[in-house]
């Protein structure tokens, strides 16, 4: 079956600029995750969305945001973009929480 | 302190075995998960572990846990140089509906 697909693959913004990240989770999953990864920071935890409901935040400033529709598929959204925003942002998916959660390519993003 | 954490390197020769640690600090850990991160690629779910379990092995893996310590292990067999590449060591816990990482393991294997 058709693992997890994230898309763009890569972008460019500037500073001050939005962005929109999509990501298909397998199918019949309904579980979403979104995770940052720097060099610096490493991998860190964004938020879960399931059934369309979010269901637990990590520690981000309120530019971050997303949501997921009715076929599970999810967005992440980031406003006023910073250098610092400048990483690879991987999406899971799973049936139900964490527990074999399968992660996307990832979409890399640099502002500039 | 990190919640997970790994050393940052380890080098092998091909056909040896890699030990790659963890140590986490939440006793309320659930589950301990294994992934693997190849150049330009997301992170492969290599293996899990529930934490009532001291070992789980799945064909060149091992994990061994050791929760009094709270340390993890994953052993790779007869390592190849496609195993090269960036290893994670994960918690999740109950109520939180996120993995928590480590900082990650370079594993370099010299032909």
């Known amino acids: 079956k058709a693992g997890v697909t994230q898309t763009p693959r890569y972008l460019i913004k500037t500073r001050g600029q939005q962005v929109t990240l999509s990501c298909s989770p397998i199918s019949g999953h309904r579980s979403v995750s979104w995770y940052q990864q720097t060099p610096g920071q490493g991998l860190q935890f964004l938020f879960e969305y399931f059934s369309e409901t979010q269901r637990n935040k990590g520690n981000f400033p309120g530019r971050f945001s997303g949501r997921q529709f009715s076929n599970s598929r999810s967005e992440m959204n980031v406003s006023t973009l910073e250098l610092g925003d400048s990483a690879l942002y991987l999406c899971a998916s799973s049936f139900e929480g964490p527990t074999e959660a399968f992660f996307g390519q990832g979409t890399r993003l640099t502002v500039v | 302190g990190e919640d997970v954490e790994q050393s940052l390197f380890l080098s092998v020769r091909e056909g040896d075995s890699s030990v790659i640690n963890c140590t986490y600090t939440?006793?309320?850990?659930?589950?301990l998960y294994w992934y693997k991160q190849e150049p330009g690629a997301g992170l492969q779910l290599l293996t899990y572990i529930f934490s009532n379990m001291d070992m789980k092995q799945d064909q060149r893996l091992t994990v061994l846990l050791n929760k009094k310590d709270k340390h993890l292990s994953l052993r790779i067999a007869d390592t190849q140089t496609g195993d090269s590449a960036i290893y994670f060591c994960a918690e999740s816990r109950t109520g939180r509906r996120a993995l928590t990482f480590g900082s990650g393991t370079r594993l370099q294997v010299q032909p």
């Open positions: 939440d006793s309320s850990s659930t589950y």
